[in-house]
Nanobody, 135 residues
Framework: QLDLVESGGGLVQPGGSLRLSCTIS????????LAWFRQAPGREREGVAC????????YYKDSFEDRFTISGDSAENTVYLQMNILEAEDTAVYYC????????????????????????????WGQGTQVTISS
């Protein structure tokens, strides 16, 4: 059973930065395709970024790439979501998700590259970490 644990959330003033971590256990980072989602209060969960090619490259949805950067540490089995210039609208619970579904890999990666992220494509989820942007 793969477990994902997010951490690093907290309260930050507008314009500030946070780095979220997603550490996996029970598996090897490179064996899975990962994604970040977030859910703001009263809104549906939305995609932030996903791995969308055979090299594990990250693709950012909408304009997140302007302020967000994802990196990984395979030795630590951890991926990081660096978020800069945070805005009140970034307030949300941030989730890390993973899948090892090879049957739908091609379709999932193609969709990811054009900014389409589906929650149902990922069967493993962390508990989420709360990010609050407020002065």
């Amino acid at each position: 059973q793969l477990d994902l644990v997010e951490s690093g959330g907290g309260l930050v003033q507008p314009g500030g930065s946070l780095r979220l971590s997603c550490t996996i256990s029970g598996g090897t980072l490179g064996h899975y395709s990962l994604a970040w989602f977030r859910q703001a209060p009263g809104r549906e969960r939305e995609g932030v970024a996903c791995q969308g090619d055979t090299n594990g490259g990250w693709y950012y949805k909408d304009s997140f790439e302007d302020r967000f950067t994802i990196s990984g540490d395979s030795a630590e089995n951890t991926v990081y979501l660096q978020m800069n210039i945070l805005e009140a609208e970034d307030t949300a619970v941030y989730y890390c998700a993973a899948t090892d579904d090879l049957d739908r890999k091609t379709t999932r990666e193609s969709m990811c590259r054009v900014g389409i992220m589906s929650q149902v494509a990922y069967e493993y989820w962390g508990q989420g970490t709360q990010v609050t942007i407020s002065s």
